[in-house]
Every structure is written in structure tokens, then in C-alpha cells.
């Protein structure tokens, strides 16, 4: 009995020491998971773009050291449960600066994304396809939106300009039908070809830049050098611009209006004599004032300018998924002209279409753009009579007609701006379409297929009643021209990773056909009611058939081309990319059809070298190193290579005039392409953890088989095939330029904070130009070199201020060089035996000048804080001279009083000069410059509003202030387009560097007030 009751009393202890256990188990439980849900709560929040206040939908959130997370939903919304109000939220997004939040007892957190441009510029667009930045081993610079310049652009180009190393885009002056600036990208590399870069829109070889408005741009990528230009063969030798435009992102739809009304007028007036001046230099001369001083006080260059009122509106429509994106948007800009009657009108239509499909292997895109243009042009020879009239003459005479000035080359120029109209209207269409289909992962096939036609319809009028100099009938003309340009592509691509090892092989063909056809018309002597628009109307025959004067033109041009591109990267350290390409054209000689451009560049990532751990300063470093051989076909006619047959003087049979035709053009068979071979050496860098990054570049630049017209004597056995010369001049390979130069590119983030940031930018360039050779063994040049260009007067000889000459570079000036005035105010120089004279053409003529400037240079700074921001951009030239052109015309005391002069013609030393002024060293002077290019003032407006996601309202400035010691009105001039310099026609050359003319467009100043909204 007692064995049994003991064993019973221990289970009865046992469970009851588990009853309690499992009480205080039970309670603690309880009392953790009460203080749990005490603490745990739910955070809600939306994420936005912190630039223009739309949702980012997909936006990672996670709490900061675990693995619970969520992402925002197509509205930017997102909902979470943190466990305190210790966690940390981290939201990243690709494309964004990702941003950790502490919770604290906030239980709704709105976050704003910044956009890392660092990342966005990660990867450039190379020719038919995209790299990493740190993959890239060519010279290649990239500018995003963000930098482009501000204010009335009516120029994608002029967005960029001063903005890349080595890259110049000039702007001549301020005529806003002008607008196809002069592009240069390291020098100037041919006499006869075209030397501006390669355009590609969008993957459209060669598409005119005023065919996409500047805000429909997403970003510019330059490639500098023959390495990463050659897979665009021979039209690459110029570089080559890559254009990619904007396209809708993932998310729901965001509409964009952007508006500026801008405000133009004449930077700075030719410094003349005023009525009053004009009337007390005539007095003290002891002139009479009859046939002088006609009663009135006239600024005939504020008589023939205004303040031009500039309109731009832009409104685009863009949005998206993981599978599609669109963006359609229209822009109109409505610029005047500061001249009377000058002014330029565009209107731009864009829509780009992605989509992507089985499972999402294909990918297409579409392109379709439209834009019209309409051009008011003027003569700028009303400017040159402007610098000539007499001030104290009234613009209108007593009865309202127009006064015209006596003298030669002396017109109203008010009555040319107003009377004489020339109009001309361009219309362009361009369609374009891609698809890319991955076959097996990572090998895709490709196609590029577009078709533009552009067309252009222009006339020009001179009423009867206009009174110029040596007019007395009316004079219209009518013109057409039609330019249709169809382009496929198609490319293979296989990109392939094995471990350490990274390939990437690119094949392709391309094939371009050019048609280029134009019609024209004109007569004179007709009613001036019907303007140009009845030509019909004017002079006849005797027979009454028409007698005005009739053109028409066709020509085609054909190129094709394979090209290959193969890259290898050996663990992100060391990289090798060969590029080439096969191109045909059938532009050039048919012993010269075909040519072959490669190229081979290589990188070496000094920074992933174990050497470098522990040297946290230096955060990237790479060398570059390539080589590469580049042609240029452009800008030479499609039928230069051909023996042509036209028109060649008249010869009188049954009793009228008929056209006599002859050879006019020489057959030249083995004509080629201009050949450029480059070296480049660079070095990439980032600094202080990325803060500081730029680049250095060196480059090696020659181009041999210039394209040259060289004189022939009729009957001259030439070429491989020893053809007879049947005209007297023949477009020939001979010849060698060389630039040389080094570039330095800089961007620096100074100060990154929450509320204020400082941005800096800054780039310069130094290029050397020299043409080394201009003979072979049949053509010699001139010992003495050839002389050309002008300063608009119609004189020529000893007035020529440029000079083509071997060892020395284009846009050299040649004169005599100026000693001093005799007692009998005569210029004198040295000749040959050191004895002064007094005529330049017995002095030595020597090189005074060099038009190109010693360094280019750009640089930007940006400034944030909370929400108003402030950017400011200077640029200029070093060392540039310049043949001033109106001092050697109007500097002269003796044009007195029959032209108005300027009021330095009475200062020292032009007040000595008693005899007619020859070109010298004393009208070459420092054109140097330093330009306060663009300000910019933006103040972001803050709204609740859901409608309305952001708006900015900003101020801007161009051209604001000009540091020179150049006498003139303006050290940034139009480069000139001197005719053929042995008397052939106009070749549209810019050969011309640094002369300033006579007849010029003035530049402009210009105030911007501009809104920015998002919706």
C-alpha cells in the first residue's frame, strides 16, 4: 500500500510543475506578442520623380537589413509592415539615386527619386549598337539634356555648343534662317569635301538635323576618333553625332507643355559717325554742306533692325509599360528676324512607338516625324549700305517713296529689306522602323529600314518700283528640289559570357540610295501685282515664247556597304574592339569603287588591378589606345567622276540664239574618297568617390588623297587610263592635311547635399592644323600658294586675305607686313631687299595670321538649392586672328564724306591714311574671346495639386557679355564660302576662317521667360 501511494504522489507533483511551465510559457508569449503588435505597424507612401513629379511605378522597398520587402504599384503606391519605428526603408529604382528612410512614427512616407545621371550615363550609343561607358575604348563623349544650352535654339546643334572637347559649332551670326551652323570636330580635314561631322538620328545615317526639334532630344554621343567612327566607313573621317530622341517610360501617361517667348535684339552697332559727327567732320574739312548734308539725323543700322519677338510652344504626350512605350509630341517655333523682313518659322511633329512581344524576344520600334519650315531671307548687302549711307539722309522722301543714295554701291537699305522678297518653304516626311529578334539567347538578327522625302519650294521678287542701285525692272524667280533618301540595314548580333570572358560579335549590311532632282524658272520685266508668281508674264521672244531662264537637274547616288564589329573583355580589366567596314559609292571612279575602313582599339582598366586596392582616392582609371582608318565622300556632287556634257556658250542659227553644248567636265576614273588615318591615346578617370570625373585625349590626324580641282591644259593625257583632257580643270586625289591636338574634359560634383548642390563643368581643346602636301607627281601646286576669299567689296589681288598654302594650315592670312605712314600718308612695307616702298604688291608678302584659334574651351556651372536652380556657361577662343574687313573699308578717312565712315577712321593710326588701304598686318588683329554664352534661372514650383506634377518657371540669357580686345563688332564670325579658288563655281567651302566681311548679319542678344509643366 505504501509502494502504491508513493508511486502515485509523483505524477501528481510532475504535472503540476508542467502546469506552470506551460502557464508562464503561455503568458510570456502572450506578453511578447502584445508588445509585437504594439510596436508593429503599417507604412504607406507614394514614390515620384523628384524632376518632373511623376509616379515611378516598380520602385524596390525594403527594410534595410532583411529580406522583407515590397515595390510600388502603377500609381508610384505602395503599402508595408515594419516592425518599429527603428527600420530603415531603402527605395531604389534603376536610373535613380536610391534613398534610405528612418521610419520614426511616421506612417506615411512620400518619398522623391532623384534621377542618377551618373548611371543614366553609364552606357553610350556607339554606331549600331550600345556599350558600357567602362567598356568603351574609342574617343566617345556623351551630353544628356540636362546640359544642353537654354534659350531661342533653332539648331539641335547649337544645344551643344562649347559643351564637348573638340567639338565646334559656330554660330556666324544672328539671322535665323542662317541656321545650319558651321561643325567642326577636331579641325578641318578638306579643301573640296564637306568637314562636318556625320549625323545619325535615331539609327538614320545622314537625317537633317532641322528634322527633330531640340526638346524632342534625349542625348548626344560624339565619336571622336577613327576607332569608334570607322563602322560608318567612308563618311566617318569627320566623326559622327549620334542623336537619340526621347521615348515614353513605364508608367502611367505624363504630358509635357514647355513655352518661352524670347526677346532679340542687336548685341552691338558698328561704331559710325552720327549726323551730327558726319556734319562737323564736313565742316572741318571746309566742305560745303550742299550735296552733304541732306537735313535729317538717320541710324541706317536701327533704322533696318528691330526687337524681335521669338514663340516656342512644345507638347509632348509619353507613357508606358514592361511591354510598350509611346511619345508623341508637337513644337512650333515662330522666330523673327532682328533684320526687317527676316524671320524663320518651324513647326515639328514626332511619335516613337516600342513593343515588344514573344516573350519579349521581339522587340519593335517605329518612328515617324514630319516638320515644315518656312524661310524669310534677306540680302545682308543692305548691311553694307548701311555702313555706307550718309547718316544725315531721310529714309523716305517728302512725297513717302524711298530716298536713294547716290554713290557706288550705295542702296536704301530699307527699301531692299521691304521691297525685295525671297521665301522659301521646306516640308519633310521620315518614317522609320526597326526590329530586333533574339533567335537563341544572346544571338538577335536585326533590321533598320527608313524612307524620308524632302521637299522645297522657293521664290524670289524685285518689284519694278524698287530704285537700287542699277535696277529698273522687275525680277522673279521660282525654284523646286525634291530629295527622297531610302536606307535598309540589317545586322547580326551574338553577345556570349563565360566566366572571366565577355564577347560580343556584330555583323551587318547596309544599302542607301540618294535621289536629288530641282526645277526653276525666271524672268523680268512683268507687273509687279503678280509678284514671282507669274513668270509668263514678263519678257518674250519675238516670237512670243518664253524668254526668261529655265533649269531642271536629276542625279542619284548609290552607297552600300558590310561592316563587322567584334569586341572582347577579359574580367572587366582588359579590352580589344575591331571595328570594319566595306563601302561602295557610286559617286567616285570606277578604278576606285569599293574601299576598306578598319580599326582596332584597346583598354586596359588600371583600376580592378590588385596594385590599386588601397588606393581609395582613385575610384576608376583606364587607358585607351586605338587606331583606325575613316573615309569622306560627302559634299562632292553625285557625278563628280563622270565626264559631263551641258550647255557651253550660243551661237545664232534660223535667226535666234541656241545653246552651243560641249564637255564641261572631266571623266576621272580613279577618283576616290579623302582617307583619314587616326591615333588616339586617352585616359578616363573618376576621383574622389565619382565626384570628379573627365577624360584626356591625344590625337594624330592624317588625311591624305584630298579632293582637289586642279587646272588641266585641253589635251592633257591624265590618270590611269590616260583619258585627253575636254575641260580645263579635273577634280583629283592629291594632297595631305595633318590635325593634331589634345582634349580635356571635366565634370565635378562640388558640393552634393540635400538641399543645394554645385555642379561644374568644363572642357578646352587644342588643335594644330597644316597641309603638308597639295602636288604629286602630276599636279603641282604653286610655289607661291593660292590666294582667295575676300571681305565682300568686289575687289580681289592684293585684297585676298586667305591663303592655301603647303606647311601651312587652313585659314592662314598672307599680306606685307605694315612699318608705319610716310609724311604723305602712304602705307609702307619691306621688299625682298629691306628697302621700304609704299605699294604692297613690291613688299614681301609674308603669313600674318593664323584664323584658327589656339584653344577652344567651355565652361558650365550649376547650382541647385531647394527649389530654384542657376546655371551660367562661358566659352571662347584663344589665339585666333582676324582680317577685319570693315576697318580696311570704313577705317579709311578718304572714303569721307562720299560713304560714312567709322569714327576710328579719325583715330590713330587710321586718321594718317591719305592713300587707298591694301591689305596688311595692320588689319589682322587678336580675336580672342571670352563669351558669357547662356544664364539660366529656374525656380520649381511646388503643387499639391495631383493634376499638375511640376512646374518650372525660368529666365535665361544668350550672349550676354563679350571679353575681346577685337575692334570689330563681334570676334565669332561665319567662316565664309569663297568660291572655287581657281574661278569654277561655288563650292560652299568653309575655307574662309577669321575674315570678317562688310556684309554681315549682326549677332543677337536674346531674353528668355520660359514655363515647363508636367501633367
Known sequence: MKRASTTRSKPNTTSKRNLFSFILAFLLCMVLIQGTY????????KVTSADDGSSLPGVNIVIKGTSTGTTTDVDGAYTINVPDGNAVLVFSFVGFLSQEITVGNQSTIDVKLAADIRALSEVVVVGYGEAKKTDVTGAVAQITSKDFNVGVINNPMQAVAGRVAGLVVGSPNGDPTNNRPTIRLRGTSSLSANSEPLVVIDGVIGAPLNSVAPEDIEKYDVLKDASAAAIYGSRGANGVIIITTKKGKSGRTT?????????????????????????????????????LDFGASTNWFKEITRQAVSYNHGLSVSGGNDKSNYRASVTYLNQPGVALNSGYDRLNARLNIGQKALNDKLDMQLLVSANTEKYNFVQYDAFRSAFRANPTLPVFNADGTYRQPDGFEIENPVARLQQLTNERRDKQFLINGKAFYEIIPGLKAGINASYSIYNQNGSNFTPAEYRGFGNRLSRGERYTREVADRLV?????????????????????????????????????????????????????????????????????????????????????????ANIRRDGSSRFGSANRYGVFPSISAGWVISQESFMKGIDFINFLKLRVGYGVTGNQDGIADYAARALYGPSGKYFSGGAYRNAYNFIQNANPDLKWESSAMTNVGIDFKIMEGKLEGSIEYYNKDTRDLLFNYPIALGTRYGSQELTAVASSILTNVGRVQNRGIEFQLAYAVVEKEDFSWNMNINFAHNRNKIVSLSNDVFKFPEDGIRYGGFGTGQGGLQQPSWIQEGYPIGQFIGAEFIGFNDRGEFQYRNAQGQLVNDASQAVLAPIGDAQPRLTFGWNNSFTYKNFDLSFFFRGNLGQKIANGPDIVFGNPTLFPNNNVLRSAFQAPYDQIKAPPQFSSLYVQDGSFVRLDNFNLGYRIPFKNMLVKSARLYVSGQNLIVITKYKGIDPELRTGAPRDIYGGADLGLNLSPGVNEISFYPRTRTFVIGLNVSF
Open 489 to 577: 540595314e540589317t545586322t547580326l548580333s551574338y553577345n556570349k559570357t563565360i566566366d572571366k570572358h565577355r564577347f560580343e560579335i556584330l555583323g551587318g549590311y547596309s544599302y542607301q540610295l540618294l535621289t536629288n532632282e530641282g526645277f526653276g524658272a525666271n524672268n523680268r520685266d512683268f507687273p509687279d501685282v503678280f509678284g514671282a508668281n507669274n513668270l509668263g508674264a514678263g519678257e518674250v521672244n519675238v516670237d512670243g515664247t518664253f524668254l526668261g531662264g529655265v533649269f531642271s537637274y536629276k542625279s542619284e547616288a548609290k552607297l552600300d556597304g558590310l561592316l563587322g564589329r567584334v569586341s572582347y573583355y577579359f574580367d572587366d580589366k582588359y579590352l580589344i574592339t
Open 255 to 291: 504630358v509635357d507643355y514647355n513655352t518661352y517667348v524670347g526677346f532679340e535684339s542687336v548685341a552691338k552697332f558698328a561704331d559710325l559717325l552720327t549726323a551730327d559727327e558726319f556734319r562737323q567732320k564736313a565742316r572741318e574739312r571746309g566742305l560745303p554742306s550742299q550735296g
Open 38 to 45: 504594439a510596436q508593429s505597424r503599417t507604412v504607406k507612401g
